[in-house]
Every structure is written in C-alpha cells, then in structure tokens.
C-alpha cells in the first residue's frame, strides 16, 4: 500500500509538473503569436528571440531528465558566436561546471558583472530570490554575550620599556617565579567590563569606538581567540551553544587588522587555496534540497544563477568561481550597516539600529553637527578632549559625562531595555540549524588537504627559483674549486696518508651541504605568520603543512648536490644530508620564530654536532657527559656513512697497509679517528663481493706474499698507527679578523650634551616660503614585459599626462584621485624621488628651475609607510634629524629649541620620551607614528612638504590630530602638498585646495574647494547630466562617485578634456605663468655642499644614534651574550683537559679542533645575528638617504664601530674557559 500511494503521488506530481509546463508553453504561444501580429517591422527580430527562448527551455526540460548526481553539475552557459550572415549570436550550450577552464570563467565573470558597483547587487539580489521563491530558510547563527570582563596583568611605565636591565629583570623574575615567589609588580588592567549584547542574523553590525576602548578584545572574545593568559569572565554562545560545544574557529572568521599572506603567490592563487581548504562547506547541500524543489514547482532558474551556485559548489576543485567573484568587492560606507556597537573604555556605550543612536545622544544633550560624520561624531563624543563641542542643551551648562554614566544611560533608554529583555529569554536552540555551526575541526578530508598543501608548495618552489639557483651556483663554485684541489691525477690511492685526504675531502663535502640548510632559517620564518594564521583559522593541521616539504624538494635537490666521484651510494649520502639539513634547520625556525634567535639556536646547534661528529674529537676521547651528544649528532652517521663507503671500496681494501697485515682501508679509518668495530651505521663487518675477494687473492698470489688472514685480535690502537705511518696533513687556515679596539661611549659629546640641555624658550628659526609651479609634466616607464606578450605595441607606459598646477605658501593642497589615478606618482616626481623611468615638462621653485640637489635641502617628503629607527625615543629621533639637517651656522642651543617647539607644533611633547618601536608591534600608535614622520620633516625647517596619505589607517580621531598638525604645519607660512583618500568631511574641508585627477593620470580639476566645498560642488553641478548632492552627504565621497570611470561611460564624457575646456584652467595656466617667472631681486637657490653638515658631523651624529639602537636592543645583545657563554662553557666541556696531552698527532688535531671551532662559529654567529638588525635599519638608511641627510661613508664607519660593543665584551667571555679548562696553550 506505501508503494502504491508513493507511485501515486509521483504520478500526480509529474501530471502537475507536465500541466503547468503545457500551460506556460501555451500562454508564451499565444503571447508571441500576438506580437507577431502587432510587431509590425520587428517580426524578424522578435522570432529570433523566441527562437532562443525556445532553445533554452528546451535544454533546460533536458538537463531535468538527467540522474540527480548529473544534473547537479550541468547547466546552461550563455556566449555569443560570430557568424558571418547573422553577426554575433547568442547561443545556449551545456556545461559540465567541474570541467570550466579559465577562459569560460573568465567569460562568465566579466559577463555578469560588467560594472561591479551596479551589478553585484543585482546579481545577490536574484541569488536570494532562487531561494525565497521555494521557500528554504537558510542556516542563520546569533551571538549572544552576557557579562563579558576581560582582564590582563601587565607592566605599566618605563618599566615596560624594552631595554636590556628590564629584559634582564624579567628574566630573573621569570626564574624566581618558577620557586613559587613572585616578585614582579603587575598591574591589572581591565580591558572590557561588564558587556552585555546581541548579534542578530541577517543584520550587518557596525563595532566604533576610539582607540584603546576594546574593539579588537571584544572581537577576538566573540571568536574564541583570546590569548589563555587573560583572565575572561562572562558567557559567549553560538545559537544557545557555547564555546565549548562546537568549534568557533570554523563557525566565526576574525579578520585582522595585520594583512598576512604569501607575498609571491598572486592574489588569485590565495583565494584558490583558501577554497580548497575550507571546502563547500553547506553548499553542495542547499544546491541539493533547491534542485529538488524547483523541479517539483516546475521552475527554471536563471541560467547565470544557476551556473554561479553549481561552479561554487563543487567539491575539490583546484580553482573556483567563488575566487574569481570576490575580487571585486563591493565598497561599504555607514549607511550600509544595520546596527551599531559603540564601544569606550572597555563599556557599551550603545548596541542598537543604526537609525536610532543620534536619537540617544540628544537625549544625553549632545548633537551631531550638519556636516559631520555620524561616524566621526561618534568616535568623538566619548571622548573628554572633543565632547563639549557637541553639547547642544544650551539651556544649562556643559557637564562632562563620563562612560560609565552614558552606560547608565543607555539602558534606561528604550533600546537598552529592549536589549535587556531579549537577553533575558535565553535562546531555543531548536530554532537553529545544526548546519549553522561548526562540529568538526577541518572541512575536507585530510588527504584533499595534504594535496592542496603539496600544490602550494610546488608554486612556492617554482616562485622562489631564485633561491635555489643562487645555491645552485654556489655549489658548482664550490665543486670546481674542490674538484682542482682534489684532482683525480693527483688522488692517489697507495698509503695512509692519501686515505686521510679522501676522508677531508669526504668531510668537506659533508660540511657544505650542511651549512646549506642554513638558507632555511629565513625562507621558514618568513613563511611562520601565514602558517600561524591558517594554523589558527584551521585551514589545514600542522603536519599537513610540513609533510609537503620532503618531496617536493627533491626535485630541487638533484642541482644542488657536489660530490667527487659517481656512485649511487654517494649520491643517496649526500641527498640525505641535505634533507637532514633542510628538516633540522626548519625546526629550528619553527621553535624560535625570529631571525635573531634562531641564527643564534642554528648557530649553536650547529656547534654542538659540529664538535662531536667524530672527527674533531673521536668517540673515545668525548666526556662521558656528552657522549649522549655524540649518538644523537646525525654528522656521525654521516661521517661514518660517507668514510665508510668510500674506504671499503676494492681500490682501499685490495691493497695492504704499510704493516702489511691490515688492509688499508680499514688502516685509513683508524687513522681517521674510527673504531675498528664501527665500519657502517648498523653493520660489525664489511661486505666485499666474491670477485673483489679473488681478484686481491690473485694479485697477492702474483707477488708472492701470503694470503691474508682476517683476525679479530688483530687491531692496532690509534697511537700506535700515527706513531708508524708518518704522513702529510692538508690543514685549512680560515683567517678571522678582529677588531682589538674598545667603543668610546663619548662618541658625540654634543649630542649626549643635547640630551640634557635645557633650551630657553620663544625662539623660532626663520625659512623662505617657496612657492612651485609645474607646466605640462608627463612621466613614462618601460612597457612592461607582460603587457608586451599581450601585443601592446608601445615601448612606454604614460603615467602622467600633461599635468600642470601649482602650489603655494601657506596654501594647504590636496592631491585625490581613484587608486591608479598617479596621486603619488606626481609627487614622487615633483619631489625628486623617482630614480627609473622618463619625466618631461617645466618644474620650477619660485620662478627658477628645480635643482633636485638644493631642492632637497629645502623640503621634506613624508611617506606613506613611517619608517624610523625602532630603538630610540621620539625627541631622540627628532635631535637626530635636526643635527644633521639643520646649517650648520645653527647653533646647538637653537637647534634644541627648535626641536621642542616642532614637538609642541605636532603635540608630541607628552611622549617625547617613548621608545618608537616596529608598527603594528611595539612603541608609538599608527597616529603618533603619523605625527612623529611629519615632525622629523618639519625639524628640518623645510619651506615645502610632501605628505603621501597622512590619514591613511586611522580612526576619525586619530586622523583629526593628525590634520590639526598639518593645518599648524601650513599656518606658519609654508607649502605643504598632500595626496589623500577617501577623506571624511571635516578633514576634506581643512585643505584650501584641491587637485584631483583621474585613472590614466590626468587632471580633471585643479582650484579651490571654498567654504562647505561649494566651488567643487558648483563646477561638477554644472556639467549636464550629473546628479545633485545629497543633504549631509561627504563631497568628497560625492566628487568621486560623479567622476568615476562608469559616470563617464554613463554620461559619454571625458572629464579631463571638460576641464581643459574650462574658464578654471585657464586661471590656473595664467597662476602657473606667473610663478614661473622669478620676483624682482630674487636669487636662486644656492647651498656650498651637497650635505649640511661636514663629514664628521655626519660620522658623530651616525655614531650616536647606533649606540642607542644596539644598547636598547635587548633580544639582538642577551642572545649573542649567551651563545658566547654557552660556546665558551660547550668547547670548555668537551676539550676539558685536552691540552694536557700531547703525544699523538690526534692530541694535536684535537686541540687545532678546538680553537677552529671556536673562532669560527662565534664569527658565523656575530655575522648571522647582526643581519636582522642592520635589515630593519636598512630601510631607515634608504629614506634619510633620499632627505640628504648624510652620504653612505659615514654611515659605513659608524656601522661596525657600534657593533664591536657587544661583540668585544662577548668576545671577552670567549676565550677564558676553553683556555683555562683545556690548558692548550701550556
């Protein structure tokens, strides 16, 4: 009867499907029937699109025919075909969406979205339709957290501060603490307090709040990804599960702050690999449940639709669609957001509709002015410094309302309690779908992984080929150069002392190829903060990331290996020598994480294995407290692996030793430090083939000497061996030098002076206001190669396009465009700081032409990045650039002056003394950062100043002080030029002037903004067809929309020619003609020397900010002070007494052992722990370079000299206990 019911329900189903198919074909029948009737003319053009229509729905009833698995993956892909009778057509064909290349996807994309900003969300909008029109709810997941605390213990002050005691202090505590007394002084810091909220489905919430208030915790809180040494408190749950019951790392995606990735794989190749770990997830069963309900309903979808969800849902596809849609995201502004989340001094201030949070803060008495960002407004209105500008209840005094008390507020407000009431009931978890959350740790396989991972690490082959050519040449150097050495005419094989030169060279070989592990160290810790990120986003297990490594290197490996003869054995050693290498050296870098550290862990780990691999010291002679070193060395099996086969060769063990008794082979290993019972890893005898054994019968038979007799008691001790076979020793000198002289801590006396001077005040130092003017500038580059391939026919790519403006004292100008607009291009060129590529047209300072090497003397350049030196502090820095910048006819005192009224100008004066420190990491914020770069320009007293996106990064708080600088800055009579993006009102209406400019680098307008920006809003209404500004709306945002590329298209004009055409560049041609000729009486530019100050001011002033680099550099000092001591204690332990025997020639390569490892491991540390430091100090020498602060010499000389402090009192430790407990120098 179950049967008979379900056939009957299929029946019924199908007869509805077919009647409803019937009907709709009749209706689409007489509907074209009569509009072929009434079409008159268009009859033709109307029946070829029935015709298509027709095609379609037939392909479509095909495709339904199809087994459920099948249908799945076909659809219909629209594409056009020329004809030559019916021009281009379009025609419908069916696709296997697993089998898409990248041209149809290609395809695909640029069809459905032709102009990102207008068809994304037409596209989303039709995708939720499909789904709505069959009625499925998709998985939604709501966040719930009640009483959030979180609190951390931590160190407060100078104390805090990096430097080498507090360093040293920590680690003294550390190690007490381990006792159980704890003598560190913590403060406890609470960083959320009491938070309460909901995250709803399906709203877009909007997290603000100055900074410091909390953002990145609360997140980082709602992620499951806070650090275990905080103390949390509160609940967290997903759906009414809590953090415990699933796992939140695959149900939540923290986006930070910090953009890591995989700097040579493209953008594309990211996305690719991201997918393929991260799989389908529900996709391939929504796509499931939603064919089975359209055929059921009988409904079509949309063939770009329904190909977009099959292609992205497809399981384990190397490359997907998904991929290729992201990259054009959509822009998003406030009004995009549902609901708003204010958050300051770790409390909400408000959790509600976006609508509504002006309505409470005018219940609080305080206003959002009419042009001012509501989200600036409310970055600000928390804060005690910008609040009482917004008070609006002038019916009674201001009073400053503290957070805690706008908290109060907000819950007696109708969101708040509202808020309340929802938290109240808890949630029922049988509203949400298990499919919302995520139960298991990794979602494909873990086979699907290990092979996205295995494919990754090939294209980071293939792209880091660099690497192992350099090596690769490298070791064909080291090859030739050992390959004259040990050549074959000169080997010979007749006694003891020819076996020992086969075992140097064997030795050598080993060597090499171990120290060429050393490359691992950088290439793996430059890859540790993506694997961390992928790590903690469980994109994939650690052993699947690592396990590609292996293989994948073999391909490479073949090119790098150097060996003396051909066979097989000696290759698969030297093989596995370099995989050894290879894997220990990327452990290292996986346990140390830093450059700094790990040189120095590889360094000493090298050391060790070095010294007891057997061949410095021999197995009988090691301590007995690091024979356990000698068993884990892998260069002992290593050395017993490569002497072993090369000596047990027949060439070695056909012939007899000088004793004739023994064979030579084995007489050479002894001579060569190994036991008599140790010939290979794992074996007590050596194997020789039966024709080896007869071919030496017969050739001791032809001579007339006895056969030999293998007898175990036959052994000769080492001594006796070196003591009856007098044989030549090939010794390698390596040569090091040292530098025997101190560092002078008075290095710069005048500047340890200006430390602690203290300057009068109401000095200011004087500077000519100059004024530029450049006519018809263009700048060029060489036609990239890729460009090239696609049959660009040009040589050049134009950059800039006859650009032309000026710029003047006292005038704030803002440079703004689209990204590729040539924004900071055009200042690159004006300023002097493109080295490639073709400039042309008229620069002029002050009507005279631009001589860059005075121009440079008289302006200053803010980059984008804030490059400074780490180590020293913020008035440090600023004395620095001033000594070497300012005349050198400026006194100190003035100099010092000047120094703290520049601090006072850009309100650094209240962190004069905090450490710089790296961005994102330590030290200064990104907006002190931002106000520290424009000071160390302006302490130059420079007379125009470039500034490439100041604001770029920070909060709308940040960003104001930082244009309340430049606003000072641009007071005090000087030219100040910056490029911007994106700015918010307040900050867009601060500049005077504005030159904006156009994809293609042209110039599109060029003149004033005017009060409320009404002249730029005047000139753009004016132009026809362009839409009016909304009420509150940000101009500069508007001025962007109405001049884009798709606003051109749409208008069917060229802004730039509209601007050329305008009365506005005639004004600024006749401005620019003006200033190009000089004023009456004046002089050009003229300075003596190239620099400011002379060669040794340069030398003092380099000398005195290293010094402070290397002593407040606590993890580059301890380091090299405990690889010396740890050196000097492991050389002092294993030679310990060494030096008191002197009888055999082992004695003496013990000692000459000793010593070499000693001076070169500590110079190969000193080398290798310097290079990440003077890395970092690197890109702060290109930038005071390019101001013309000083020339490379003095840099140079300083350099070294300031190192030789750590490594003169490390070198100290050194040599006192190999000497004192070796006695080699009795």
């Known amino acids: 009867m179950q049967n008979m019911d379900d056939v009957e329900k299929l029946a019924r189903a199908s007869s509805r499907r077919a009647s409803h198919n019937m009907s709709r074909s009749i209706s689409r029948s007489f509907s074209r029937s009569m509009e072929d009737v009434f079409s008159g003319g268009r009859h033709s053009r109307r029946s070829s699109r029935h015709a298509e229509e027709d095609e379609e729905a037939l392909k479509w009833a095909a495709i339904e025919k199809l087994p459920t698995y099948d249908r799945l993956r076909t659809t219909i892909m629209k594409s056009f075909v020329e004809n030559e009778l019916q021009g281009t057509k379009m025609v419908h064909k069916e696709v296997d969406v697993s089998k898409l290349d990248m041209n149809d996807r290609q395809m695909f994309i640029d069809m459905l979205f032709k102009v990102a900003e207008e068809d994304n969300e037409k596209f989303l909008r039709k995708f939720r339709q499909r789904i709505d029109k069959v009625g499925i709810r998709l998985p939604t997941v709501e966040v719930r957290f009640e009483n959030l605390t979180v609190e951390a213990d931590c160190q407060i002050g100078s104390r805090a501060l990096p430097t080498l005691p507090n360093v040293a202090r920590n680690i003294a505590e550390s190690a007490i603490g381990m006792l159980g007394i704890n003598m560190s002084k913590r403060t406890k810091l609470t960083i959320l307090k009491d938070v309460s909220g909901i995250l709803k489905p399906s709203r877009m919430t909007l997290l603000l709040g100055p900074p ?10 709602l992620a499951g990804k806070l650090d275990p040494n905080l103390k949390v408190s509160g609940d967290i749950t997903y759906n009414g599960y809590k953090l415990n019951e699933f796992v939140p790392r695959k149900t939540s995606a923290y986006i930070s702050q910090n953009d890591v990735h995989v700097g040579v794989m493209t953008v594309k190749e990211t996305l690719d690999f991201s997918a393929r770990c991260q799989g389908v997830g529900t996709r391939y069963d929504l796509l499931t449940e939603l064919a089975r309900r359209e055929k059921d309903a009988g409904i079509f979808p949309e063939a770009e639709v329904d190909l977009f969800m099959k292609a992205t849902a497809m399981k384990g596809a190397e490359s997907n669609l998904f991929t290729d849609y992201t990259l054009k995201p959509a822009p998003e502004t406030f009004e995009l957001f549902d609901d708003v989340i204010l958050l300051s001094e770790g409390r909400i201030v408000y959790q509600g509709p976006r609508q509504q949070i002006l309505e409470f803060f005018e219940s609080c008495g305080f206003r959002c002015p009419e042009r001012k960002g509501t989200a600036d407004f409310l970055q600000e209105v928390t804060s005690k410094k910008d609040q009482e500008q917004y008070w609006a209840a002038k019916y009674k005094p201001y009073r400053y309302i503290s957070v805690p008390e706008f908290a109060e507020r907000f819950k007696k407000f109708h969101v708040g309690m509202h808020l309340e009431n929802d938290l109240s009931v808890p949630f029922d978890k049988s509203r949400g779908h298990r499919a919302a959350l995520a139960f ?26 660099v690497v192992f050519v350099s090596k690769t040449v490298q070791i064909i150097i080291v090859a030739i150069i050992a390959s004259t050495v040990f050549i074959k005419p000169r080997m010979h094989t007749g006694n003891e002392a020819d076996g020992s030169l086969y075992v140097g060279a064997l030795l050598f070989t080993m060597i090499i190829n171990m120290f060429n592990g050393f490359a691992e160290l950088s290439l793996m810790i430059s890859r540790l903060p993506v694997f961390y990120k992928q790590r ?20 490479h490996v073949h090119n790098r290996v150097y060996c003396l003869g051909v066979f097989f054995k000696h290759l698969l050693l030297v093989f596995l020598t370099q995989q050894m290498a290879a894997g220990l050296f990327r452990l290292i870098a996986g346990f140390c994480r830093t450059m700094i550290i790990a040189n120095t862990g590889g360094v000493l780990i090298l050391l060790l294995i070095f010294l007891l691999g057997g061949f410095i010291i021999p197995k009988g002679q090691i301590p007995n407290w690091w024979e356990w070193a000698y068993w884990i060395s892998p260069l002992s099996y290593g050395y017993n692996a490569f002497a072993v086969n090369e000596l047990y060769a027949p060439r070695w063990m056909n012939r007899l030793a000088s004793d004739n008794s023994t064979r030579l082979g084995e007489q050479c290993l002894r001579a060569s430090m190994f036991s008599a019972t140790r010939t290979a890893p794992g074996n007590k005898q050596a194997i020789i083939s039966e024709e080896s054994a007869k071919e030496m019968e017969g050739e001791e038979d032809s001579k007339g000497q006895p056969r030999l007799r293998m007898s175990k008691s036959n052994h000769h001790s080492l001594s006796s061996a070196d003591g009856n076979n007098p044989r030549e020793m090939a010794i390698r000198k390596m040569s090091s030098r040292s530098n025997p002289n101190g560092l002078s801590r008075n290095a710069d006396s005048s500047l340890e002076g200006a430390n602690g001077f203290a300057p009068k005040r109401g000095m200011v130092l004087p500077f000519t206001p100059l004024a530029m003017s450049f006519n018809s500038v263009n700048y060029y580059v060489d036609m990239p190669a890729e460009m090239k391939q696609q049959g660009v026919p040009e040589d050049r790519l134009q950059l800039l396009r006859e650009v032309t403006g000026a710029f003047r004292p006292g005038v704030l100008t803002a440079l703004m465009g689209v990204s590729g607009a040539g924004k900071t291009t055009l200042m690159d060129v004006l300023a002097g700081r493109k080295t490639g590529g073709y400039i042309e047209g008229d620069i002029r300072i002050s ?20 490059i400074h030196s780490p180590q020293v502090t913020v008035r440090e820095s600023l004395i620095y650039s001033a000594f070497l910048r300012l005349p050198k006819e400026v006194s100190k005192e003035e100099k010092m002056i000047f120094v703290d009224e520049v601090m006072e100008l850009v309100e650094l004066d209240n962190l004069k003394d905090a450490i710089v420190g790296l961005p994102g990491l330590t030290g200064l914020s990104t907006e002190q950062r931002k106000r520290l770069t424009i000071a160390v320009e302006l302490v130059a007293n420079p007379s125009i100043i470039f500034m490439d996106e100041p604001t770029s990064g920070l909060d709308a708080r940040a960003a104001a002080i930082v244009m309340r600088t430049v606003r000072n800055t641009v007071d005090t009579g000087r030219t100040v030029v910056c490029t911007i993006h994106q700015p918010s009102i307040d900050i867009f209406e601060a500049f005077d002037e504005l030159l904006l400019m156009k994809r293609g680098g042209q110039v599109i307008y060029s003149g004033p903004l005017g009060r409320n920006s009404h002249k730029i809003i005047e000139y ?12 509150k709306y940000n101009p500069a945002t508007w001025m962007l929309e109405v001049s884009s590329v798709a606003a051109e298209v749409r208008l069917g004009i060229d802004f730039a020619e509209h601007y050329k055409s305008s009365s506005l560049y005639q004004r600024n041609k006749a401005l620019v003609k003006e200033l190009s000729t000089p004023p009456a009486g004046a002089k050009d530019l003229y300075f003596a020397s190239q620099y400011s100050q002379s060669p040794w001011g340069q030398f003092k002033s380099c000398l005195w900010k290293q010094w402070w680099t290397y002593w407040r550099s606590p993890d580059y000092n301890l380091v090299r002070y405990f690889f010396t001591l740890a050196a000097a204690l492991m050389v002092g332990t294993i030679f310990w007494k060494v030096g008191t025997k002197k009888d055999t020639t082992t004695d003496l390569r013990m000692i000459i052992g000793a010593m070499y490892a000693a001076v070169l491991f500590i110079g190969i540390n000193n080398c290798s722990t310097v290079q990440p430091v003077i890395a970092v100090e690197r890109s702060v020498f290109y930038r005071e370079r390019a101001a ?11 350099q070294p000299l300031n190192g030789q402090q750590p490594n003169s009192s490390g070198s100290s430790l050194s040599p006192s206990s190999p000497s004192s407990t070796s006695h080699t120098m009795e």
């Open 212 to 221: 410091s208030s909390g953002k990145t915790t609360l997140l980082l809180a």
């Open 1020 to 1031: 753009f209404e004016e132009i026809p067809g362009v839409p009016k500004i909304k009420d």
């Open 1188 to 1198: 013309g602060m000083y020339s490379a010499l003095p840099y140079a000389l300083a």
């Open 536 to 555: 903690d986003l469980l994109f994939h297990h650690t052993l699947g990331f690592h396990s590609p490594n292996f293989p994948a290197y073999i391909a």
């Open 847 to 866: 009507g005279f032409p631009k001589k860059q090497e005075t121009f440079a003397r008289i302006s200053g350049y803010c980059e984008q990045n804030d």
């Open 440 to 465: 298991t740790k990794y979602s494909v396989p873990k086979m699907d992984l290990l092979k996205a991972c295995w494919d990754k690490e090939w294209l980071l082959i293939k792209r880091n080929s």
